[in-house]
């Protein structure tokens, strides 16, 4: 697997099938500094399944789209919440 600093989501599926095998997936999840918009719930869906991935970077999650996916999973929560509309 090449190193590579963008997550896109082939590098999802290569990750998956890395940490299936037991691979270091971590060592290549670190250098991950930027992220494509469908790679971060393709990630998602792909840590739910695949336990033995590593979260992503703080860069990442950090970054401009990580922040706009953070705050739409926090306004979807608290509209999920019984008296809040999401019942």
Same mark, same amino acid.
């Given at each position: 697997?090449?190193?590579? *600093?963008?997550? *896109?989501?082939?590098? @999802?599926?290569? +990750?998956?099938?890395?940490?299936? @095998?037991?691979?270091?997936?971590?060592?290549? @999840? !670190?250098?991950?500094?930027?992220? *494509?918009?469908?790679?971060?719930?393709?990630?998602?869906?792909?840590?739910?399944?695949?336990?033995k +991935? @590593?979260?992503? !970077?703080? !860069?990442?999650l950090?970054? +401009?789209? &990580?922040?706009?996916?953070?705050?739409?999973?926090?306004?979807?929560?608290?509209?999920?919440?019984?008296?809040? &509309? &999401?019942?």
């Amino acid at each position: 697997m090449a190193k590579q *600093t963008w997550l *896109t989501c082939d590098f @999802v599926e290569e +990750l998956q099938q890395a940490a299936r @095998v037991g691979g270091p997936v971590g060592d290549f @999840v !670190s250098l991950l500094n930027q992220a *494509t918009l469908p790679a971060i719930p393709e990630c998602g869906c792909a840590m739910w399944h695949e336990p033995k +991935l @590593v979260p992503l !970077s703080a !860069s990442i999650l950090k970054s +401009l789209l &990580g922040r706009a996916i953070e705050a739409a999973q926090a306004r979807r929560m608290f509209h999920e919440e019984p008296g809040h &509309g &999401g019942e």
